[in-house]
Nanobody, 118 residues
Framework: QVQLVESRGGLVQPGGSLRLSCAASGFPFSIYDMRWYRQTPGKERELVATIFTTGGSTAYVDSVKGRFTVSRDNAKNTVYLQMNTLKPEDTAEYYC???????????WGQGTQVTVSS
């Protein structure tokens, strides 16, 4: 059974930090590109960060560059999103995504709420 289980988000003050994790099981994690998306009510889901299998290269949406860092630990089947210097506009439901384009497989986590507010 495939599972992507995200850690609990939470309430963070502006300027603060939070690390999300997503533990994967039920599929060969190391051959899947991993992504973090976020979504706010009434808006489309936005791709925030990607970490590829090949060389562990990463990509970010412009709004989080220099503040967020995505990483993965293939031995633990886990992907992380370190979020620093958080802003109120980072408030969203964050989702973990696993995708292997060649195999045509994709899975989503259940989402975790991150709220940035004083």
């Amino acid at each position: 059974q495939v599972q992507l289980v995200e850690s609990r988000g939470g309430l963070v003050q502006p300027g603060g930090s939070l690390r999300l994790s997503c533990a994967a099981s039920g599929f060969p994690f190391s051959i899947y590109d991993m992504r973090w998306y976020r979504q706010t009510p009434g808006k489309e889901r936005e791709l925030v960060a990607t970490i590829f299998t090949t060389g562990g290269s990463t990509a970010y949406v412009d709004s989080v560059k220099g503040r967020f860092t995505v990483s993965r630990d293939n031995a633990k089947n886990t992907v992380y999103l370190q979020m620093n210097t958080l802003k109120p506009e980072d408030t969203a439901e964050y989702y973990c995504n696993a995708r292997n384009f060649r195999l045509g497989r994709e899975w989503w986590g259940q989402g975790t709420q991150v709220t940035v507010s004083s």
